[in-house]
C-alpha cells in the first residue's frame, strides 16, 4: 500500500508505485496521465474503449459561478486556470477557452450575478446588445444585456479523454480496454489489487474513476456510497458553417459549435428532458435552434444522446482515499470535464507523495461515514 514507508522504499528503489485505473472516462484519464508523468507504472482497465461512457455525452462547458458553495466554486475555478497548463503540455487537446454568453433568464438577475462573480475574483462582465451581436453576429433574436464569462469554455470531452490515455501510454502506461473488473481484492490492511477474468492483478493503489458503476466497485470494502445517475439530454446537428463563437446559455436552449461545426445543445448544460421523451424534447430543441440561428429547415438534426450524470449524494465531487481501507482511492464526480485537469494532478500528487491539496478538504469520501477496516469485512487475505 502507499503509506510513508513504502513511498520512502519507492524512491530509494527508483521504482514507482504499481497503480490500477478503473476507467477510461475523463476522470481516470486524467488521473492515469498525471501519474505516470509523476513516475506511477500504470495500467488502466476499461470495460469499454478509451473514452468512457458519460463523457461522450456530456455537454462538456467549463465553467464556474457563484451559485455553488463558495469551496466548490473555488475548486472549478482552478480547474478552469488548469485547462490552460493542461493545453500548454498537451497541445493536442480538443478544448477552447474562448468565452460563455449568459443571456437573461427568469429568477436570474444578471447585474448581481455578475457582481457577486466579480467579487470572488471571476472575470465576467455585463455587456450590452450592442457588444452581444459583435461577438455572435449571426443570433436572429434581440438582446439586451447580457454577461460574458471571458474565461469559460468546452472541450470535446471523448477526444480528451482518449487524448490522455495515449499520452499515459507514451509515457510507459498500460491500456487495458475491454476488459471489465470484476471486483477488489482485498489484504488484511486493505485493497492490493483488482480481479481480471477471474484472476488477481496486484497493485499497491487501486483508483476507481468508474463513473456510474463506482459506488457497486467499492461497497465490498463495506462503504455505501451515495451516488445517482440522472439523465441528460443533448441534441447534436450536422455540421454546418461556423455560426457561433462562444458557448451561449439562452432561457431553455444552451448550445455550443463543435470544432467541425456540429451544433450541440441541450435545454441546460444538464440536458433536462424538455416534453416526455428525447424525441419531444429534441424537436422543441431544434425548432429553438431554427429560431436562434439562421439556415431554418438546413438545421438538421443529427443524432440525441442521453447520458447519465455520475452524481455522489450531496451533488458535490468525491475525491480522496477510501477512509479505513489502504490502497483505495476513489474519484467520482459531476462536472468531470470541468474538474479533469485540477482533478488528475491532485490526486496523482496526493497518491505519489501523500500530500493532499487544501482545495479538495471538503471533498473527501469520508463526508460519508466512515468505512470499516476492509479486513473486518472479508475476514483473512483474499480475493474480495
Ligand atoms: C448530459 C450531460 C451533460 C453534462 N454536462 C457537463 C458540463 O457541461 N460540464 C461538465 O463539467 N460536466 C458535465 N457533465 C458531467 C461529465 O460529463 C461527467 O462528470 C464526466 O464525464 C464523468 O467522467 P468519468 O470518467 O467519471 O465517467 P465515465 O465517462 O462514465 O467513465 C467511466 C469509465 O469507467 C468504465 N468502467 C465502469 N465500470 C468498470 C469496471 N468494472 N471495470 C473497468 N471499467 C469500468 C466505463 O466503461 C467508463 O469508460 C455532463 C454529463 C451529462 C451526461
Redesign the pocket.
Known amino acids: 500500500m502507499c503509506g510513508c514507508a513504502t513511498r520512502v522504499a519507492y524512491l530509494m528503489s527508483g521504482k514507482g508505485p504499481q497503480i490500477i485505473v ?7 484519464a486524467s488521473i492515469a496521465w498525471h501519474l505516470t508523468r509523476g513516475g506511477g507504472r500504470v495500467t488502466v ?4 474503449e478509451a ?5 461522450p ?6 465553467n464556474s459561478n457563484y451559485s455553488f458553495a463558495r469551496p466548490y466554486f473555488a475548486l472549478r475555478h482552478h480547474s478552469m486556470g488548469e485547462w490552460r497548463r493542461l493545453s500548454r503540455v498537451l497541445p493536442q487537446l480538443p478544448v477552447s477557452l474562448s468565452g460563455s454568453l449568459y443571456l437573461p433568464a427568469p429568477g436570474v438577475d444578471l447585474e448581481k450575478f455578475v457582481k457577486r462573480n466579480r467579487a470572488w475574483g471571476y472575470r465576467i462582465e455585463l455587456i450590452d446588445g450592442a457588444r452581444f451581436r459583435e461577438l455572435e453576429p449571426h443570433w436572429r433574436h434581440e438582446t439586451g444585456l447580457a454577461a460574458r464569462a471571458g474565461d469559460e469554455g468546452a472541450a470535446e ?1 471523448e477526444e480528451v ?1 482518449q487524448c490522455l490515455v495515449a499520452a499515459a501510454v507514451e509515457e510507459g502506461a498500460v491500456l487495458r480496454a475491454k ?3 470484476e471486483g477488489l481484492v482485498f489484504s488484511h490492511s486493505g485493497v492490493c489489487g483488482v480481479r481480471v477474468n477471474g484472476e488477481t492483478v496486484p497493485a499497491d493503489e487501486v483508483i476507481v ?5 463506482t459506488a457497486e ?1 467499492v461497497s465490498p470494502c463495506g462503504f455505501e456510497l451515495p451516488l445517482t445517475a440522472p439523465p ?3 441534441v447534436h446537428t450536422a455540421p454546418v458553417a461556423p455560426l457561433l463563437n462562444s458557448i451561449v446559455l439562452a432561457d431553455g436552449l444552451h448550445i455550443r459549435q463543435k470544432p467541425g461545426g456540429e451544433l450541440l445543445a ?1 435545454a441546460d ?3 433536462t428532458e424538455l416534453d416526455g421523451d428525447p424525441e419531444a424534447s429534441a424537436e422543441i430543441l431544434m425548432q429553438r435552434m431554427r429560431a436562434a440561428l439562421p439556415g431554418g429547415d438546413a438545421l438538421a438534426l443529427a443524432g440525441i444522446t442521453t ?4 452524481t455522489p449524494g450531496d451533488g458535490l465531487p468525491v475525491l480522496g482515499r477510501a477512509p479505513g481501507v489502504s490502497g483505495l482511492y476513489i ?9 479533469c485537469p485540477a482533478v488528475g494532478d491532485f490526486a496523482a500528487r496526493e497518491i505519489l507523495t501523500g500530500a493532499r491539496d487544501t482545495l479538495l478538504a471538503p471533498f473527501g469520501p469520508e463526508r460519508f461515514g466512515d468505512m470499516p477496516r476492509a479486513a473486518a469485512v472479508h475476514g483473512d487475505a483474499g480475493d474480495g
Open positions: 478503473a476507467g477510461a472516462g475523463i476522470i481516470g482497465f476499461d470495460a469499454g473514452g468512457g461512457v458519460a463523457t455525452n456530456s455537454f462538456s462547458w467549463i470531452a479523454a476488459t471489465r473488473i474513476a468508474a463513473g456510474t458503476a466497485l441528460g439530454i443533448l441541450g448544460n444538464q440536458g447520458g447519465y450524470r455520475p474519484a467520482v464526480m459531476h462536472s468531470g470535464v470541468t474538474l
